[in-house]
C-alpha cells in the first residue's frame, strides 16, 4: 500500500550528538511536512518543502535542518540536540494546496 | 498571524451518543481548506473530514460532519452516534493559498473520551 514511512519509530541520542531522522513516501506526493509535537500538544509546524522549495517557519531554531534529495525522501536533521527537543517528530505528505496530509507513525526522539 | 483555536482540551461523550468538538480559526487569506484530523493512541494521524472554504454545504462522512461559519470563522465537527473506537486526539487544522501556500496549521486539540 502506498503510504508514509518514518524511521526509525524511536531514537535515542546524546545530548549535543547530530541526529537525523528519514521520511519516505510512495505516493508521489510533491509536499512534504516535517512536525515537532510534545506531549499533549499540538503538531507544530517546522518546515515543509513544496517540491524543491524549502520554506521554514520563523519560530524554527537554526538547530533543525532538512534535505529533500527526492520526491520520495525528506531528512530532518538536528545538529545539536537539547533536551528541549525530545519529542515526536511527524512526517506528513500532501499532494498540494487544499489536499488532506497523510502522515507517517512518528518518529519518538529521546535526548540523554 | 494565522491561528486554530480549539476551546475545549477534554470532551467525553456517551456511546451512541452526540458530541460536538468546537474549532475557531483566523485568516486573512479567502482561499482555504479546513480538517478535522485524528490522532489515536498509535499516533497515525489521520484525516476525519475535510471542508473547502468556498463551499457552502457542509462536508458530512459517515456518522461525522461539520457545521462551517465561514463569517464567524467557525467549523465545528459532529460525531453521532459515537463508537468506542472514536476515542482519540481530535485537531481542528487549515491550509491555506496565497502567501503561506502548502503550510498546514493544527490547533491545540481536544481528547475525546467514549464511555460505554
Known amino acids: 500500500d502506498a503510504m508514509v514511512i518514518q524511521n526509525p519509530r524511536y531514537q535515542v541520542t546524546q545530548f549535543g550528538k547530530p541526529v537525523t531522522l528519514s521520511c519516505s513516501q510512495t505516493l508521489n506526493h510533491n509536499v512534504m511536512y516535517w512536525y515537532q509535537q510534545k506531549s499533549s500538544q499540538a503538531p507544530k509546524l517546522l518546515f515543509h518543502y513544496y517540491d524543491k522549495d524549502f520554506n521554514n517557519e520563523a519560530d524554527t531554531p537554526d538547530n533543525f535542518q532538512s534535505r529533500r534529495p527526492n520526491t520520495s525522501f525528506c531528512f530532518l536533521d538536528i545538529r545539536s540536540p537539547g533536551l528541549g527537543d525530545a519529542a515526536m517528530y511527524l512526517c506528513?505528505?500532501?499532494?498540494?494546496?487544499?489536499?488532506?496530509?497523510?502522515f507517517g507513525q512518528g518518529t519518538r526522539l529521546t535526548v540523554v | 498571524a494565522q491561528t486554530v483555536t480549539q476551546s475545549q482540551p477534554e470532551m467525553s461523550v456517551q456511546e451512541a451518543e452526540t458530541v460536538t468538538l468546537s474549532c475557531t480559526y483566523d485568516?486573512?487569506?479567502?482561499?482555504?481548506?479546513l480538517f478535522w484530523y485524528k490522532q489515536p493512541p498509535s499516533r497515525q494521524m489521520i484525516l476525519v473530514i475535510r471542508q473547502e472554504a468556498y463551499k457552502q454545504q457542509n462536508a458530512t462522512e459517515n456518522r461525522f460532519s461539520v457545521n462551517f461559519q465561514k463569517a464567524a470563522k467557525s467549523f465545528s465537527l459532529k460525531i453521532s452516534d459515537s463508537q468506542l473506537g472514536d476515542a482519540a486526539m481530535y485537531f481542528c487544522?487549515?491550509?491555506?493559498?496565497?502567501?503561506?501556500?502548502?503550510?498546514?496549521?493544527f490547533g491545540r486539540g481536544t481528547q475525546l473520551t467514549v464511555w460505554p
Open positions: 487544522a487549515y491550509t491555506t493559498g496565497g502567501s503561506t501556500l502548502g503550510r498546514l496549521y
Open positions: 506528513a505528505t500532501s499532494g498540494g494546496q487544499g489536499f488532506e496530509a497523510f
Open positions: 485568516t486573512s487569506e479567502s482561499d482555504y481548506y
